[in-house]
């Protein structure tokens, strides 16, 4: 089965969110900075929901987002930090699917769930009043970028 063909098979049926956090460290200051890199972590780790009938399956979601200055000597200093972890459930079609094929090509399913994730995050960036940030909407085209040049990190 390739990535588009269990795209097709499986639906999302629902994606919800355990955990959100966001944090201004003591002593940092933001909005002082005229200038941020967010560095946008994403990861999908994938799972069987035991017990269901039709069989489904689980992608645990980690999107994590940490400002640093723009300025090289200050990289280190943290101005914030976002972390959302979310689960979506997905359903089987007529299309069997096995669970090491849903592991094998789970990140198929990144294009349809960060843009979901990442509003979240800008929706907790605009409530601290960092509303001049403005995170990636998409993931790169090419996700096999190093870190340095993509706007995301799949995992």
Do not use: W
């Amino acid at each position: 089965m390739s990535p588009d063909e269990l795209f097709r098979a499986l639906t999302l049926e629902s994606l919800s969110t355990s955990s959100l956090r966001a944090e201004i460290p003591t002593g940092s200051d933001p909005r002082a900075a005229s200038e941020c890199h967010a560095h946008v972590e994403f990861q999908l780790t994938p799972s069987a929901v035991e017990g269901s009938q039709p069989p489904q399956f689980a992608l645990h979601i980690r999107l994590g987002c940490i400002g640093t200055p723009l300025r090289a000597g200050q990289r280190t200093q943290r101005l914030f930090e976002i972390e959302i972890k979310s689960m979506a459930i997905y359903r089987q079609g007529a299309a069997p699917v096995s669970l090491a094929e849903f592991g094998s090509y789970h990140t198929a399913f990144a294009r349809q769930l960060f843009p979901a994730l990442v509003s979240r995050a800008q929706d907790l960036l605009d409530r601290l009043g960092l509303n001049a940030v403005r995170l990636p909407l998409d993931l790169p085209q090419d996700v096999s970028q190093p870190a340095e040049v993509a706007t995301g990190v799949l995992n």
